[in-house]
C-alpha cells in the first residue's frame, strides 16, 4: 500500500508558476507509475500527468503539455508537477495518484491510491 500526500497549492496570477508535491509513503513507492489529476468545481475529475517508476517516461494531457511538467525521486519518495504559464481554466483541486500501469494507459484513475487534493487556483 502507498499513502499520499499533495502540497504546494496556492493562489497565483495567470502566467505564473507553482510546483506540485506529492509525498509518499512506504518503501514501495519506486515500484509505482504516479499520476496528477485535477477536479474543478462542477467538473469530472481529469487526468494531467504521468510518470513511470523509474520517471523514465511521462505522458501529459494536451490541455497542459508544454507548460506542465512531472517529475519525481524515488529516493525521497516523491512526485513533483511543476506548472509553469498557468491560466485560469488551471483553477482546480490536484491530486496525485498511483498504479502499476503504463504511462499512456486508458486505465488511469482507476486504483484506489489517492491523496487528499491541494487546491490551486488561478486568477486572471
Known amino acids: 500500500q502507498v499513502q499520499l500526500v499533495e502540497s504546494g497549492g496556492g493562489l497565483v496570477q495567470a502566467g505564473g508558476s507553482l510546483r506540485l508535491s506529492c509525498a509518499a509513503s512506504g518503501r514501495t513507492f519506486s515500484t509505482y507509475a504516479m499520476g496528477w489529476f485535477r477536479q474543478a468545481p462542477g467538473k469530472e475529475r481529469e487526468f494531467v500527468a504521468s510518470?513511470?517508476?523509474?520517471?523514465?517516461?511521462?505522458y501529459y494531457a494536451d490541455s497542459v503539455k508544454g507548460r506542465f511538467t512531472i517529475s519525481r525521486d524515488n529516493a525521497q519518495n516523491t512526485v513533483y508537477l511543476q506548472m509553469n504559464s498557468l491560466k485560469p481554466e488551471d483553477t482546480a483541486v490536484y491530486y496525485c495518484?498511483?498504479?502499476?500501469?503504463?504511462?499512456?494507459?486508458?486505465?488511469?484513475?482507476?486504483?484506489?491510491?489517492w491523496g487528499q487534493g491541494t487546491q490551486v487556483t488561478v486568477s486572471s
Open positions: 495518484n498511483a498504479d502499476k500501469i503504463p504511462t499512456k494507459s486508458t486505465s488511469w484513475g482507476t486504483s484506489d491510491y
Open positions: 510518470i513511470s517508476s523509474t520517471g523514465l517516461n511521462t
